[in-house]
């Protein structure tokens, strides 16, 4: 096989089986892992890139910040996919970046698309993306966390290092399991997520896992909330904070409510939380509700939804018509002047997730109007990336994770 400078390929024996399948975009992959389909390769987790901190100006901005681009993933519901791109590109005014994409996507802009051809397993772009950061000394670079399902789908956890090293952006990389779809912040320094990130890093404290995110994301506080079903298994399939809650910005929050347990209660609190409790720009938080619902064992929720550019990319179901229109005028109360724009999301959200499940941004640079930079990058064609050894480093704490992940594989 080729050998691309700073990345060394692996044998593609290893995962054959997870990444032909994962490819098949009538058959994609689910959010949790599809035991029937996937294998575990028994290996320890690997940070990516380097593994130095980012500089201490660097941070996490809040999704309702200004966006520069938009990754997504062509390894599945291709129909939702294309209506998010044009989307983004119209609307949103932001740039597209599609790793194993097709040339073009129609009703996308050229200018406005760039395909990274490397290889992924699955469509679930979110979770183990890269977490873009800004710096005052206007530079733009992606932290790299381990995703949880490293063992499984070894494409998708080196994209974030493989990403930087076509783009020319630097990557950090950090030595926690997380995914993104469980991390919320706002622009004020604060970190919001599930108690599923504490269980993922089992070897290690509450306290030492905060520490990491803390220093990697440069946040001041972390908030931890239960998932509907903590702390067994997330009744929504994935114990994520974008299934049942979404800031919409630093002191208003959408919450999903439901009827029935454990999604109840699982509200409740979240509200409980935020009722009578100020927020860090000086105002009180504002609290609006959204219905979702269980059935079938799918849950259905309007948070999991993506905001670019003062527009947000609202998930609708088939036959849920009062809905989706109550779910609108919520986004539409919670945010001035908001452009939402319905996506139909009835093949995703059966698999563990919906629009922002799929998407990843980048931030804009912190000066003025400029648009992270894209220095286009040779083809590599089918090649299997990942990490040189001297690129990555082991992690004995973490590694004992693997037996609870190998446990909890069906979700």
């Keep these: ?50 593994s130095a901190q980012p500089p201490a100006d660097f941070r996490l901005p ?44 129609a009703g996308v802009p050229p200018e406005q698309y760039r395909r990274i051809n490397t290889p992924i397993n699955t469509v679930w772009m979110r979770d183990y993306g890269p977490y873009g950061i800004s710096a005052s000394q206007a530079r733009v670079g992606i932290v790299d966390s381990i995703y949880r399902h490293y063992q499984y789908r070894r494409n998708d956890d080196a994209l974030p290092a493989n990403l930087g090293k076509l783009l020319k952006i630097d990557v950090f990389g950090m030595p926690v399991i997380l995914d993104g779809g469980n991390i919320m ?45 903590y702390p067994g298994e997330p009744a929504d399939g994935t114990g994520h904070i974008d299934m049942f ?20 209660s699982n509200a409740e609190k979240a509200m409980v939380f935020f009722k009578g409790k100020t927020a860090p720009d000086g105002q009180p938080y504002r609290v609006i509700t959204v219905k979702g619902w269980d059935s079938g064992g799918t849950w259905y929720t309007y948070t999991n939804s993506l905001i670019v550019n003062g ?26 002047g908001v452009t939402v724009i319905p996506i139909n999301s009835d093949d995703s959200i059966t698999s563990g997730g919906s629009i922002h499940c799929v998407t990843q941004t980048i931030p804009a640079l912190p000066s003025a109007d400029k648009t992270a ?32 992940l190998k446990e909890q594989a069906g979700k």
């Design 1 to 50: 096989m080729r050998k691309i400078t700073g990345l060394i390929v692996l044998s593609l024996s290893t995962f054959i089986s997870s990444e032909a399948l994962a490819l098949d975009l009538s058959r994609p992959l689910p959010n949790w892992v599809d035991t029937s389909r996937e294998r575990a390769d028994g290996r320890p987790p690997l940070v990516y890139a380097r």
């Design 62 to 105: 809040a999704e309702y910040e200004k966006v520069s681009a938009v990754v997504i993933g062509w390894a599945g519901y291709t129909g939702m996919l294309s209506a998010v791109a044009k989307a983004v590109t119209g609307p949103g005014r932001a740039q597209l970046w599609a790793v194993s994409a097709p040339a073009a996507i």
């Design 185 to 229: 912040t706002d622009s004020k320094g604060d970190l919001f997520m599930t108690r599923r990130t504490y269980l993922w890093n089992s070897a290690l404290s509450e306290e030492q896992v905060n520490a990491v995110l803390k220093s990697y994301f440069n946040v001041k506080n972390i908030y931890a909330f239960d998932y509907a079903g």
């Design 245 to 264: 809650m979404k800031l919409l910005n630093d002191h208003t929050v959408l919450i999903s409510i439901a009827e029935t347990e454990p999604f109840k």
């Design 311 to 336: 527009v947000v990319l609202m998930p609708s179901y088939s036959g849920r018509g009062n809905e989706d229109a109550q779910a609108k005028a919520a986004y539409e109360t919670g945010i001035d």
């Design 373 to 404: 930079a894209f220095t286009p990058a040779p083809e590599f064609g089918a090649v299997s990336m990942t990490a040189e050894p001297d690129d990555y480093v082991r992690l004995s704490p973490v590694s004992s994770a693997l037996d609870q």
